[in-house]
């Protein structure tokens, strides 16, 4: 009975699969795709085609200060660029906007450096003006030039990675 080993191995890997996606990340909308977790409990925002683009994730200190981080399409290890700044752009509501930046932040442990970095942080407190909604005028990530990004942002999402 050669048949029934092959059976069972056949529905070991439906109910193995269950839920999950091809990368084994939890669908949790039942849909085609699947979600990462924001490694540090920030809002996650995509640059570029899911898989092949990179992430930012915005997190709030508990400072009130923001960090932007740069991860790579699954959200599983950092990315370094090399600019030297952030700017975001939001509107004020009154018809002019404002620019919030967030520069490089270098790290002797882990030998990040400003023009080698994977975060960047504001400079001024924004817990006082949540929510942010605005756009991310010019980003370059490992030769890809992203513009005009999009994002939202209420604060952290309370979500992490461990909670995955």
Same mark, same amino acid.
């Given at each position: 009975m050669?048949?029934?080993p092959?059976?069972?191995?056949?529905?070991s890997?439906?109910?193995? =699969?269950?839920g %999950?996606?091809?990368?084994? %990340?939890?669908? &949790?909308?039942? =849909?085609?795709?699947?979600s990462?977790?924001?490694?540090?409990?920030?809002?996650? *925002?995509?640059?570029?085609?899911?898989? &092949?683009?990179?992430?930012?994730e915005l997190?709030?200190?508990?400072q009130g200060?923001?960090q *932007?981080y740069?991860? !790579?399409?699954?959200?599983?290890?950092?990315?370094?660029?090399?600019?030297?700044?952030? !700017?975001?752009?939001?509107?004020?509501?009154n018809?002019?906007?404002?620019?919030?930046?967030?520069?490089?932040?270098?790290?002797?442990?882990t030998?990040?450096?400003v023009g080698?970095t994977?975060l960047?942080a &504001? =400079?001024?407190?924004?817990?006082?003006?949540?929510?942010?909604k605005?756009?991310?005028?010019?980003i370059?990530?490992?030769?890809?030039?992203?513009?005009n990004?999009?994002?939202?942002?209420n604060?952290?999402?309370?979500?992490?990675?461990d909670? %995955?």
């Open positions: 050669k048949i029934f092959t059976i069972l191995l056949a529905f890997f439906c109910i193995g =699969s269950c %999950h996606d091809h990368d084994g %990340h939890e669908n &949790s909308s039942g =849909s085609k795709g699947h990462h977790a924001p490694p540090h409990g920030g809002v996650l *925002v995509e640059l570029g085609e899911h898989g &092949s683009g990179y992430n930012l997190f709030l200190q508990d200060f923001l *932007v740069v991860w !790579d399409a699954h959200v599983d290890n950092l990315v370094r660029i090399k600019q030297q700044k952030l !700017d975001l752009i939001i509107p004020d509501g018809g002019t906007d404002r620019t919030l930046t967030c520069a490089a932040v270098g790290d002797a442990a030998g990040e450096t080698n994977s960047f &504001s =400079s001024e407190t924004i817990a006082d003006q949540l929510p942010l605005g756009v991310i005028p010019n370059k990530v490992i030769g890809k030039t992203y513009e990004v999009s994002f939202e942002f604060g952290n999402s309370g979500v992490h990675e909670d %995955h």
